[in-house]
């Protein structure tokens, strides 16, 4: 036999053992209710930059309404609770990488992050809107090419922006919300793409820039976000949440951090 005709036995034969290999190979593992019952702890991904859904305490500790619904899906499943801290880019990357069990991180469920994770039913919602000082002229889409604008990449502002801004309209993405509405208040940017918390928020702290929405871009409902294998953990979460909203529980949370009853949730979108 010639030094080729060994080479090509010995290749088919490392082929036939991979193809064998990756046959046995085991689907992509599933985190259950009951494997984080037996760890004894619910590992949670969170923001730290959002308040009053994320934010932190005087002690440095994350603090806020999906800290509190964090708190009381852990009580539910009887372990820990460890807070992960995450941000608007890195949330979902630390999710599909086993970093954290969960996401309950102000996550708006829509059609391209359902591509990656799954979402719970809603457990919360806010409005994404354009806003600017009262004196720039923002009616619609068509009048944001006149300006800078501002939102922080990868969240919703920024997928609903993008979706209507026209082409040419100068977008200038930021890490994280701090630094998005930073830029709005030094100039940086002219209009942001923001929540209502947001607004609320300049509007408080820096009533002398006169910032009011110019118009809406989405409601959005927020889900826990869970990975897609994880089939048997989304229903608990689903079951959890019909819980402590017929229980009045996650109304509790709302009229804390917003001083307000839970309105009604949004229905669960089909894409």
Known sequence: MTILGKITRRTASLLLVAGLMAGMAPAAYALTPEEITAKGKLVVGVLTDFPPFAGIDENQNPAGYDDDVAALLAEKLGVELELVPV????????????????????????????????????????????????????????????????????????????????????????????ASLQALISGQVEVTGASSIHLAMLQRDHPELNIERKFLLHSQGNGIGIRMEDTELLDYVNAFIAEIVANGQLSEINQTWFGSPLEELPPMPTF
């Open 87 to 178: 941000t608007g880019p890195n949330r979902i990357p630390y999710l599909l990488t086993n970093r954290v069990d969960i996401l309950i991180a102000a996550l708006g469920i829509n059609a391209e992050r359902a591509k990656q994770v799954s979402f719970s039913n809603p457990y919360s919602t806010l409005d994404i809107m354009v806003m600017a000082p009262k004196d720039r002229e923002v009616k619609g889409p068509e009048d944001l090419p006149k300006y800078t604008v501002g939102v922080t990449r990868a969240g919703s502002q920024d997928t609903f922006l993008t979706q209507v801004a026209p082409a040419g309209t100068n977008i200038m993405r930021f890490e994280d919300d701090p």
